[in-house]
């Protein structure tokens, strides 16, 4: 008799778990939201049948165009596609990851989901034995700034079979989201950078305070003119130009080549290696 109450409750735990599975949504659209963006709130729009999650649409983000974009492509599709909140977020872009899927939970839960078991529900990943054999005469273990510069500089000192791993999707390392500096030296090109409230106090309380010390003097009424006619412009444009960049390197730096060299003439050289021997613009 005890097997066969065990066997019963058994039995109806079962029917219970797939009755639930069946049942598991109201359907309708849902609006989700997280505000753990890397950028801001992240909204998508969910909609489910009674039984399946059948489409995510991303509605609102300020997340870093291209280092989001990933996450943004995937998530939703990987999400549909196992029905699971356990998918794994992408390489790269791991807080807009994090957040999509926070978003995505958000709309589940009002449309009456178990989160929880939404998150536990395995996700098939597709792996790969494909051997891939290269032969080379240098290779370069990531294509972050420093990986890059290697190889470049290698190609232009003639080796050739150079062979560059990067583990992410995309190249640049720590470079494609360091927040450095701007340079935007040419103000008739179409790219129209705006400034800010921000960067121009810094800029305001960098030319009151004055030079430092002999190196800063050698390009400072340049600084000066400069901002001056930006300012009397009304230009909402970034301010910049070669006497800024030159006092920000020695700045962030801490050595002076870029005057040591005459930094006009370290533009120029720049400007020319890119062009004429990288082909870039």
């Known amino acids: 008799m005890k097997k066969i109450v065990c066997m019963m409750l058994c039995l109806s735990l079962l029917l219970g778990g797939f009755a639930l599975a069946e049942g598991a949504y109201t359907p309708g659209t849902y609006e989700g939201v997280s505000e ?111 990986g890059l510069s290697a190889v470049i500089t290698a190609a232009c000192e003639g080796e050739t079979n150079i062979v560059l791993l990067e583990k992410e999707g995309a190249l640049g390392g720590n470079a494609i989201r360091s ?32 030079p430092q010390d002999e190196l800063e003097e050698q390009v400072w009424d340049e600084l000066v003119t400069a901002y001056d006619a930006w300012k009397a412009s009304g230009s909402t444009r970034l301010f910049d130009c070669p006497a800024l960049l030159a006092i920000e390197y020695y700045h962030v730096e801490g050595t002076p080549p870029i005057y040591n060299m005459g930094y006009p003439a370290l533009v120029n050289e720049f400007d020319h290696w890119f062009e004429e021997e990288i082909g870039g613009k």
């Open 36 to 146: 753990n963006g890397r950028n801001g709130a992240v909204k998508v729009e969910v909609t489910f049948t009674a039984d399946a999650i059948e489409d995510i649409r991303v509605k609102e983000h300020e997340e870093t165009p291209g280092i989001s974009d990933p996450a943004i492509e995937n998530i939703p599709a990987q999400i549909v596609a196992s029905q699971s909140l356990g998918v794994d977020v992408v390489s790269g872009c791991t807080v807009t990851s994090n957040a999509l899927l926070e978003a995505v939970a958000d709309a589940a839960a009002k449309a009456g989901a178990d989160v929880e078991a939404l998150k536990a529900v395995a996700v098939e990943k597709a792996t790969s034995d494909a051997v891939v054999e290269l032969e080379a005469n240098l290779v370069v273990v990531g294509g972050g700034a420093a």
């Open 179 to 210: 927040g450095g500096f701007i340079e935007d030296l040419d103000p008739t090109d179409a790219i129209a950078i705006e400034t800010n409230d921000g960067y121009n106090a810094w800029l305001e309380e960098l030319v009151a305070a004055g």
